[in-house]
């Protein structure tokens, strides 16, 4: 790792979105103005504000937005209530990236792709999406299915309605959990939208989510056919120190800060049941 990887950079907010009752995004910059680091997709950071406190969070913006940095952050804390009252022009300490990345330029490249989230765990896959998004020709078709509570939400909706479901080459399909006035579109639980759905079983599936989600839909791929080599997902969540010296996410073997956040499911079975 990178000595300057542990070196905090004051970082300005530029520009905050509401995307959900509960779910901003923030885009941050340097002193300069400039991005604070490059990352790859999957990478997270650590946020703080002196005498609040710190957390990880994954960077969401794409590494081919060559000008700022964006974090999509639920409030569920005490420094994210902070974070959530903050305004444009405000600062806070910003270090990494963290992590290992999902594997964009080997094991990806090529793929037909599935993307699967639920709630907030669409915010880590929003960078891998975009990236591939920014790098079409490397990629082959490229399916995105995602579900939440309600309509409200759905984080990234309209940038979904106005650029993912715009390309070509892009499928979308949005689900939420029970019928609301003003929602014509899919009205179910993610793993049995992606059983109805049938993904294409050539392709690799990244799926980020709640612990329940991931799980049933797992067993909803190896249904259909899928094997654990061909599944990834994100455990940034685990993430503490993010180098792995207070071992608050040790699972067996592993730290996730060091061996993850990214695995195969095939490797999450060589780990203890307690992830």
């Not at 950079?9 to 009752?21: A, E, H, L």
Request: glycine share 10%; with cysteine; charged share 25%.
């Amino acid at each position: 790792m990178n000595s300057e990887t542990l070196i905090p950079k004051i970082g300005v907010v530029t520009d905050i979105r509401i995307d959900t009752p509960d779910v901003r995004t923030f885009r941050v910059v340097g002193l300069d103005g400039k991005k604070a680091f490059e990352h790859m997709p999957g990478q997270c950071a650590m946020l703080s504000m002196p005498g609040v406190g710190e957390a990880m969070f994954s960077i969401t913006s794409s590494p081919t937005n060559t000008e700022y940095m964006e974090f999509s952050i639920k409030k569920c804390g005490c420094l994210t209530d902070w974070l959530h009252a903050m305004e444009v022009g405000q600062q806070i300490t910003i270090r990494g990236p963290y992590g290992n990345y999902f594997p964009v330029e080997t094991d990806l490249k090529g793929q037909d792709l599935v993307f699967i989230a639920g709630g907030i765990g669409l915010a880590p896959l929003r960078s891998v999406i975009n990236y591939v998004r920014a790098k079409r020709g490397n990629y082959g078709k490229l399916q995105v299915i995602y579900g939440s509570r309600s309509k409200e939400d759905l984080v990234d909706y309209q940038e979904i309605l106005d650029e993912w479901m715009a390309d070509e080459g892009v499928e979308v399909n949005l689900t939420i959990d029970r019928e609301e006035e003003g929602w014509d579109g899919h009205v179910g639980f993610v793993p049995n939208y992606v059983k109805e759905l049938e993904p294409d079983l050539k392709s690799k599936v990244l799926v980020c989510g709640p612990p329940i989600m991931i799980k049933f839909t797992l067993a909803g791929l190896k249904e259909l056919g899928f094997t654990e080599t061909q599944v990834y997902t994100t455990m940034e969540l685990r993430m503490k120190c993010g180098v792995g010296k207070c071992g608050r996410c040790n699972i067996g073997n592993k730290y996730v800060c060091k061996d993850g956040p990214v695995f195969r499911f095939d490797q999450l079975d060589e780990l203890p049941d307690e992830y």
